[in-house]
């Protein structure tokens, strides 16, 4: 076991950043979701109580009778948010003191780095590169993650759970935006950033990085699998699209039951359209995991190969 | 003894005759003693702290409903400005003379390397504390009406924000940057329709000539023009895209009725009878 390489990536000084999320992710994950269970258990206890519910202040932090409901923003708020600037200060003061940013030789186009990394924060998107072509991981995806994210207001049509923590009332869109950000977001990060090594191919934690590693290329278009060559451009072509929309038909199906089942009152607010992007969105960020079963597992490369595009 | 008559001497002023006088009540346009109004007033006369309502719910102050990441995000948004600015005084965007500046502001400038490190430390941060920052807002639900638009706005920053970081990283002129752009943007070439080896860019004519990644980089290498281009996206363009933005984010987080909690709780009975309106 080599746990120096590990060493080496985790003390980076740009990958110090990261380093420190993986601690405050967990804990800001763990810090709302406790709030959100409280909060839980003062709706569970209110709704069994209907009487109570019309006295009660509703929430769970404390309140007496006759306390105003607002206060001034100066003191009790500026001096909060100038404490913050003063803490903010120390750590980067503290951080610029004991940790150089770094710098490389200057910039040779003829001297390739290998590998050749992106900032951290962006190497979920690097990391996609290895299951999708560029098309897809660096124009398509990131267009549908931020198109996706403008979209939740405007498909979420549950009212509840507006301005405060809860689980209990939004269970449906906080596991999508658990499994979308704390588990494919993230995980592709940390997966780019301490498990790729030269060449991007796969070190675990633990393996030396070998820069003369070769490995056999197992990986074939999934017509292959069906006795299809790549040189029956058509057949392949039509295969992978029947694929392609076979995934998109059966998803969307399955996508449709489950929410029936599920969420059957999202499914009663929502509009056709609302209704047809959820399962869209839904259909394509489950689409990434499985194809990375597909070529991890599988050593599937494409679905669809045509002249001008693959998937 | 008859006293005589003199000029009378000059006397420095105390602490509470300077406040009587012309010079204070022209800057400060309230007292300070610990009244309500004085207290809204500090906040509602001073532009810089007008950002904030006079009053707001007592449980928002509370770190544990917005964990303070909005605003300190701004907070790095502002180091970055301040740090930004004084490195800019030390370097040129120019090829060559790009990467020999930064060595200079490591080693001869006073606090140069400090206030590089400082630069680079809170760009880190500020990705974090963005993250964290829609993490929080999304667990509360403060996307849902009225604040549908300023969610939009929010990812908008997020974009700009992560730009802000990439357009950066060439500027170094180093290995490292060098070749996070060169990968970047190649995947530019990729680009359906508009690039020249995206889907269907062929087709339409598109060459490593005339697509986005020329058009980002200024050519077709990541040369000069590329150094040029990003030094101005990074220091001129994007920090005015992304300070728009953050005024209408402020604006309208005002506008839809100051932060969203902490709410009362909703409760399944709400749903069918009339609210109960409370605290
Ligand atoms: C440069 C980045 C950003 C800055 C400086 C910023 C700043 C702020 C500040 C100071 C607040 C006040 C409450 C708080 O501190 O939590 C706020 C609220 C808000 N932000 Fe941001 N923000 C940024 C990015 C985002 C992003 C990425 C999103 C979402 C995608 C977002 C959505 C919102 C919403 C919806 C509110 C209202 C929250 C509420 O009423 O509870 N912002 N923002």
Redesign the interface.
Known sequence: MDWHQLMIITTAPDNVPIVIMLFLMPFYTWYGLKQSFANDRLIEKLEADPELAKTHHRKTQPWVKGWDSTVHVWPYLLKIEFLAAIIVTLILVVWSIFLDAPLEEPANPNLTMNPSKAPWYFLGLQEMLVYFDPWIAGVVLPGIILGGLMAIPYIDVNPRGNGYYTYKQRKFSIWMFFIGFLVLWLVLIVVGTFIRGPGWMWFWPGETWDHHRIVHELNRNLHEFFGIKDSEVLKAAGFGATVVGAYFAVGGFACDRLFRKFAPEMVKKQNVAQYATTIALTVMMFGLPIKMLLRLGFTVKYVMVTPWFNI | MAETPTKPKFKLPSVAELKEGQIWKSIFRHKLDET?RN??L??LSNVF?HL?????????????YT??MG??TF??FL?LTITGVLLMFYYHPSKGQA?RD??YI?HDVPFG??T???????A??M??TTW?HM??V????????P??FN??IG?LL??FT?LL??TG?LL?????????V???T???????VL?S????GP?MGITAFNDVRFALLGGS??DANALLRAYIWHCVAIPIIASVLMIVHFWRIRKDGAI??????????D?SGPV?K??
């Open positions: 309500p207290r809204s500090a906040v702290l904030h309502p006079a009053k707001i719910n007592r449980d928002a102050v509370r770190y544990n964990w303070g605003g300190i907070y790095l180091v990467y930064i060595m490591m390397n400090f590089r490190n400082m630069h680079r430390w809170a880190h941060s990705i974090i964290l993490f929080r999304f667990l509360t639900g403060s996307y849902k009406p604040r549908e969610w939009n990812v997020l974009l992560m970081s990439f990283y170094p002129d180093d290995q490292l940057g060098f070749w996070a060169t990968v970047g190649n995947m530019a070439r990729a680009t359906p690039g080896e995206g889907p269907f087709q290498i990541v969203s909690g902490p709410a009362p709780v909703m409760i399944e009975q749903l109960a409370k605290a």
